[in-house]
């Protein structure tokens, strides 16, 4: 008799403890840890082709479109592009998590930041953050004579006029559609959607994301299944 009484008092306690816990933190505060949200860090952001649509692109509005090709995830990655003088220009990618259509740290995704190094003739670096730190690229050369979009090749013109001192940002109300031109892009273009490649250009600090993304390394075949020098070895019988 005494142990059915004293079971149904000790699970009450124990359910009791649990809940207080879950709902307060510090000082009685209630905990916002469950309502936390956060960007899909388990997609890998393939920033050779970041790169590329940032070379080719027409303008801000084309850039954002491609950009958001690329991404795999669920979120939409505004763009906010500046012309800090005649020279430099900074593009930043980010989450527009609170839909202010301006750029808070926490939200950077990445930045490219351009500069005319000479007459028809620029360089480019790009900077991953949160959760796309890992990646820092080498300073890469434009030219004149290379295949580039408007937004870069009007910087490498003599009477270029910097457009974006008053800085461009995707206004919150285009997220919507973003997204429904990306689903219409991954619908047509299924075998487009793999997160399993990496970029080939850039480099990771201290093996970053590493536990993220496997090894950490990106080439193919190395992360799933035989490894390439293995196919052609047939599996051996072991003897006791």
């Known amino acids: 008799m005494q142990k059915k009484t004293i079971l149904p008092v000790v699970v009450l306690t124990a359910l009791a403890v649990a809940t207080s816990g879950?709902?307060?933190?510090?000082?009685g505060e209630p905990s916002k840890e469950r309502w936390a949200t956060?960007?899909?860090?388990?997609v890998e952001l393939d920033f050779d082709k970041i790169n590329e649509a940032y070379k080719t692109a027409e303008g801000p509005e084309d850039f954002e479109r491609r950009v958001n090709e690329i991404y795999q995830g669920s979120e939409v990655i505004s763009v906010a592009v500046q012309d800090l003088d005649a020279k430099t220009q900074v593009v930043t990618g980010f989450f527009d998590k609170d839909s202010d259509g301006r750029v808070q740290d926490p939200e950077k995704v990445f930045t490219i930041r351009r500069d005319v190094s000479g007459e028809g003739a620029a360089q480019i670096q790009t900077s991953g953050y949160g959760a796309?730190?890992?990646?820092?690229?080498?300073?890469?050369?434009?030219?004149?004579?290379?295949?580039?979009?408007?937004?870069?090749?009007?910087?490498?013109r003599p009477n270029y006029v910097p457009v974006y001192t008053q800085p461009y940002t995707t206004p919150p109300n285009r997220a919507s559609d973003l997204r429904s031109h990306r689903d219409s892009?991954?619908?047509?273009?299924?075998?487009?959607?793999?997160?399993?490649?990496?970029?080939?250009?850039?480099?990771?600090?201290?093996?970053?994301?590493?536990?993220?993304?496997?090894?950490?390394?990106?080439?193919?075949?190395?992360?799933?299944?035989?490894?390439?020098?293995?196919?052609?070895?047939?599996?051996?019988?072991l003897v006791a």
């Open 22 to 27: 879950c709902g307060k933190v510090g000082d």
């Open 185 to 237: 892009y991954r619908a047509a273009n299924p075998s487009g959607v793999d997160n399993s490649k990496a970029s080939q250009t850039g480099r990771r600090y201290n093996n970053a994301g590493g536990s993220r993304f496997g090894s950490g390394k990106s080439g193919a075949g190395s992360r799933f299944g035989v490894r390439r020098g293995e196919r052609g070895r047939r599996p051996e019988r």
């Open 38 to 42: 956060t960007e899909n860090t388990n």
């Open 132 to 156: 796309f730190g890992y990646y820092h690229s080498p300073v890469m050369g434009l030219a004149s004579g290379m295949i580039l979009g408007a937004m870069v090749s009007s910087a490498l």
